[in-house]
């Protein structure tokens, strides 16, 4: 299955089973490039927030004028935070923020329970790496990239480039299909085979 990319300067379409890591500055504005691999050319997606509450999710959401209809939210934050949760069809809690073996799970839940064209995003791989540690992130990544695919789905993983070293930063990039690289300035370069 193909999937319609819709980030400037890449391939028009990726295969079903690719996984896209987004290495970003701290300050950078990813949201635009997450929300536009979101809404296009899909049936459901989750968003695997480790940075934002559910309620924050739902925000961007709207902001950018996706489906939210679509989407499912995996909430770790609130937990870390206090906040109440209260789980619904489509917004989900982990047990902690560093609960990784919580979250790879309910990506593969999410996967087998929705069919058509699926879209993952986690954001972000950092935060997790804040909560857990850069092998158990990576061991993470490592397994939510063999569910993409197995289940024919694609997937894009945040990454800041200031917080890793730089070894980090290349390890993580080898475990990925390709690469969106945005700089300071927002320009955005795309490394994929394909490309």
Not at 87 to 97: H, L, N, Q
């Amino acid at each position: 299955m193909e999937y319609t990319l819709a980030v400037e300067n890449g391939p028009k379409t990726i295969p079903g089973g690719t996984g896209l890591l987004l290495v970003h500055p701290s300050i950078g504005e990813t949201d635009r490039i997450d929300t536009d691999f979101l809404k296009t050319d899909t049936d459901a997606f989750l968003v695997v927030s480790t940075r934002t509450t559910a309620r924050e999710v739902e925000q961007k959401l709207e902001y950018y004028d996706v489906d939210e209809g679509k989407a499912t939210i995996l909430d770790t934050l609130s937990v870390e935070r206090g906040y109440s949760r209260r789980s619904s069809d489509d917004v989900y809690y982990v047990s902690a923020p560093d609960d990784v073996e919580g979250v790879v799970d309910r990506v593969g839940r999410f996967l087998k329970e929705n069919d058509g064209k699926r879209r993952v995003s986690v954001d972000s791989l950092t935060e997790m790496a804040y909560y857990a540690d850069d092998d158990a992130v990576y061991e993470a990544a490592a397994e939510i990239l063999d569910l993409l695919d197995e289940h024919d789905a694609v997937g894009i993983f945040h990454l800041s480039e200031e917080v890793h070293e730089v070894a980090t930063l290349d390890r993580f990039r080898d475990l990925f299909d390709g690469v969106i690289d945005l700089d300071e300035d927002g320009n955005v370069t795309v490394e994929l085979p394909s490309a």
